[in-house]
């Protein structure tokens, strides 16, 4: 019997392929959130945070994953949408021991965005910060 509960096993924070932000491993798939981490003149770029305790959600079963805008309009994502750009982009991953919350920064002159993504098996989206 395959089981159909997606359970968080890992979270990393770290940098790859020229991007910086975190991995959700689970059950069934790699989770990537991450914003572009490098410069194009002299701006700074942003980065992927988040206040929570990520050791909390070790074994969390994953509900949902939610893009939320700088409005707070919150959308559940199950196909590839464009929300908004801007310089700040929340992921709400919904668990059954509450949410598990992310945010991208962009610090950014205002001549330079950054590629700021999500990746899963219910979402895969990309947008400009």
Do not use: P, R
């Amino acid at each position: 019997m395959v089981s159909k509960v997606e359970k968080i096993l890992e979270i990393e924070e770290g940098s790859w392929h020229g991007f910086d932000g975190f991995k959700i491993k689970t059950n069934k798939q790699m989770i990537e959130l991450s914003i572009s981490g490098s410069q194009d003149c002299c701006e700074n770029y942003g980065y992927f945070m988040t206040n929570d305790t990520t050791s909390d959600f070790i074994g969390a079963k994953i509900l949902d994953i939610q893009i939320v805008d700088e409005s707070l309009n919150q959308q559940k994502m199950n196909k590839i949408v464009q929300i908004y750009e801007g310089s700040t982009m929340f992921v709400n991953i919904i668990t059954n021991k509450g949410v598990l919350q992310f945010t991208a920064y962009n610090e950014h002159n205002g001549y330079y965005g950054h590629q700021a993504k999500v990746q899963s098996t219910q979402l895969n989206y990309g947008t400009t910060l």
